[in-house]
């Protein structure tokens, strides 16, 4: 059985090898509200192109795993009434009930493996959650699996982000820093945690994921690329909404795959849309840099072969 299919576009890009960017979907079904999700979805994929590479978002419609959609397939994901909300593990519900959804950072990095693409922008990857007893995102069990570059903004700032950095440090995720040492946090610049090491450009973050590669992992490697400043929230201004946020949480007993969309839409209403801005911005920064990065890889890969 075919495992996907793709649009011309993508189909051509992979036949040929050149740079393409893997873009998810959950940011659209369940992170962020309409209108702003379609909007967000052209507008990252302009941003990819712009840079020089092809995008792919990557979803499920009709059971169907889709790498790549047309404009009337992202709109009608976009639209969706009741979608699933896609991690590694629903793949086969959604595939038995021909069921539409948005792909989660793991679920998107388990199409990236089947497609054969290595980039990947996101805004957040999940992690471990705080004060609960045990929910652990499992974008970090993929990230410890799969070896591709995944460009996020650092995790979600409603995680429990200094056991999130331990997980990826157990299962060897090097965690680079995009011109900072520090691992930024989503809303926020800085987390007051340290990256695993640091990159100022595209091409030193290829040369350090080949060498991962080369050195005999099979992670992913994390690059963590901090929200544009002009449009960042001080740490300060953020912690009292997420933490009210998350003892809302906690108070209306939301468990499992909810506790995230129910979060951020809470702290959007809670920090009067700013947090909403950051997100936009940074998913949209996240876009380009995956893109320089894939043009990047592509250049090198060519070096090698000749
Ligand atoms: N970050 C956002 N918005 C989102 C997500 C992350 O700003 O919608 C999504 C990503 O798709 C991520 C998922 O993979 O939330 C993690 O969910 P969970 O914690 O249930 O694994
Ligand atoms: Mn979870």
Redesign the pocket.
Known sequence: MKRFVSTQEVKQALKGNAPLVAL?S??LT???PRPQNLQLARDMERAVREEGATPATIGFLDGVLHVGMTSAELERLANEKDPY?V?PRDFATVITKQACG???????MLACKHAGIQVFA??????V?RDAPF?V???LQALASIPMIVVCAGA?AILDLPATLEYLETMSVPVVGYQTKRFPA?YSRESGLDVSARADSAEEIVALAQAHWEAGLQSAVLVANPVPEAEAVPRSEMEPVIGKAVREAQEKGIH??E???YL?QRIAELSGGKSMRA?LALLLNNARLAAQIARALHHNARRRIV
């Open positions: 998810e959950t940011v369940h992170g962020l909300k991690g948005g792909t989660t950072v793991a679920g998107t996101t805004g957040g990857i999940g992690g959650h929910d995102s499992a974008d979600k989503f499992g795959k506790v995230t969309p951020l997100n």
